[in-house]
């Protein structure tokens, strides 16, 4: 087989159901068009946050494995490799546009193998790149820098397969979008969060994603928020914001049009970013190769329910979603796009860790528009594209050191349902804890950043209740008892206990 060439197109902090071909109601026709010609997969996991998962999806193995979760700066192990360095030895040539944000790789040219890489030093906390000219929207920025590659590729090794890392930075907050793109969503979500949940949740069953009840709304949980700069936070946004994903017929007129603008806004940032993805489109058709690319698009993450004032600042006389405001989306909005699941970014439940996937390959993935329900995850990445690239994984030589990778080929599920055979799932992020097998799952809530873990396992069955709602955990001991040991023997091998960690928790 011809080895194809291979595109990640990964969003930042996007819910599952926010494109349409998940139920969404935000436009997304190129991403939807990638959907319908490739494959969806109903139950992919990423990790409950950012540089985690980043790190899982370039070293194809669990974050802890790596020490980036928590991530120990400044330390990467001798036998660490990312993407790149498995595929340049077979031909490829390998790019990276956009977010970065793996802390114990700081160059990724030099350290991550990439040929051309940009985007190292993007911030995070503000949508508008400085030009000569002016500003520039982050995901025209990074798309521009994306089709440079691809036009340098074509002029210069158009023989070579390559691996190109495509990173958005939307919609992760603050939200902002250029005016003309939230005025198309103004009054669309005036109704709410509730009904729009509930509008999504009957798509998602129409298209066959879902088969469990809609998860229950939390008002009770609260929006994560830090200390930087932010102890006015509620003072400097308004009486309009709301840290609790509170009844929408509770609310104000003024809090009811404030955070139907806020969604607006995260519509607006997801359907920018669709069109800078068709432009990607655009160019592999202009270069005859699109049919030969297999690309994955996915998040992150979960939505992200964090209400915070960073980077530039907030000025509430600007107008929403300008370049000075600092604006979240917050945990009522983060619940409609998590539709139907539990929580959000930084948990382990269901609404923390499951991202849409959309394998597409024309050339290798002859069942467009199908539904794929094998278990995946992130670490799943780097033994598929070395299958891919003509790689061994049997015999597969590793670094002195390095552990096996973790992961399963998902090539076997691009041609049929449930082959993708697997033991487990694990997650480690800051004391919330999860491990999946088979249709069984624990979960084990902490308080995040902060406080310490309540260490209370539930149990669910998610072929019955994949929205977590029937705590197992009273009615099934035994059960409860064989999941909890099959994590804590994960966790022994996964959690990196070398001299990096044990530096960290003696400084702590």
């Known amino acids: 087989m011809k080895k194809p060439n291979i595109m990640i197109i990964l969003m930042d902090d996007m819910g599952y159901s926010d494109p349409g071909c998940y139920g969404g109601d935000i436009d997304t026709p190129n991403i939807d068009r990638l959907a319908n010609n490739g494959l969806r997969y109903t139950q992919f996991y990423s990790t409950p946050r950012c540089w985690p998962t980043r790190s899982s999806v370039l070293t194809g193995y ?11 700066r400044n330390y990467r192990a001798s036998w660490q490799r990312l993407i790149p360095h498995h595929l340049s030895s077979r031909g490829y040539r390998n790019y990276h546009s956009g977010k970065w944000h793996i802390f114990n790789t700081k160059d990724p040219a030099a350290e991550g193998g990439f040929d051309i890489s940009w985007g190292y030093e993007i911030e995070q906390f503000n949508h508008y790149f400085p030009t000569t000219d002016g500003t520039k929207y982050s995901a025209e920025a990074i798309t521009d820098h994306a089709l440079m590659c691809l036009q340098e590729h074509e002029k210069n090794s158009k023989e070579d397969p390559f691996f190109h890392y495509v990173c958005y930075t939307t919609p992760h907050f603050p939200i902002q979008a250029e005016q003309a793109d939230i005025d198309k969503y103004r009054d669309k979500y005036l109704d709410g969060w509730d009904e ?7 798509r998602m069953c129409a298209m066959g994603l879902l088969n469990c009840p809609l998860s229950d709304r939390e008002p009770k949980v609260p929006a994560p928020h830090f200390t930087e700069n932010t102890e006015n936070w509620g003072e400097q946004l308004g009486p309009g914001e709301v840290e609790y994903a509170k009844a929408w017929g509770d609310l104000t007129d003024e809090q009811k049009r ?9 519509a607006a940032m997801v359907d920018r970013t669709d069109r800078e993805i068709g432009r990607i489109l655009d160019q592999l058709e202009s270069m005859d190769i699109l049919d030969d690319t297999l690309i994955l698009f996915f998040s992150d993450n979960g939505c992200s329910a964090e209400i915070m004032i960073r980077g530039k600042g907030h000025d509430p006389k600007a107008l929403p979603g300008s370049e000075y405001t600092h604006l979240c989306l917050g945990p009522g909005w983060s619940t409609c796009s998590n539709t139907p699941f539990r929580r959000h970014k930084i948990w382990a439940h269901e609404g923390g860790i499951s991202t849409p996937l959309i394998a597409h390959w024309p050339n290798g993935i002859k069942s467009g528009g199908e539904l794929r329900h094998d278990l995946g995850h992130v670490i799943d990445f780097m033994p598929t594209f070395i299958e891919l690239a003509g790689g061994d994984l049997e015999n597969l030589e590793l670094p002195e050191g390095a552990p096996p990778l973790p992961g399963k080929s998902l090539v076997p599920s691009f041609e049929k349902d449930g082959v993708v055979v697997r033991d487990h799932i694990y997650i480690h992020h800051q004391g919330n804890r999860a491990l999946r097998v088979g249709n069984w799952k624990i979960v084990n809530e902490a308080l995040t950043d902060w406080g310490k873990p309540e260490d209370r396992w539930a149990l669910y069955d998610l072929s019955k209740d994949r929205c977590e709602m029937h705590d197992l955990a009273g009615e099934m001991p035994e059960k409860l008892q064989e999941l909890i040991a099959k994590w804590e023997a994960c966790e022994a091998v996964y959690r990196n206990k070398g001299d990096a960690y044990n530096a960290l928790e003696e400084s702590s």
Do not use: G
């Open 62 to 72: 669990y974050a802890p494995q790596v020490c980036m979760d928590p991530p120990v």
């Open 258 to 266: 404030f955070q139907a603008t806020k969604m607006a806004i995260h």
């Open 196 to 202: 729009m949940r509930q509008q999504r949740y009957e």
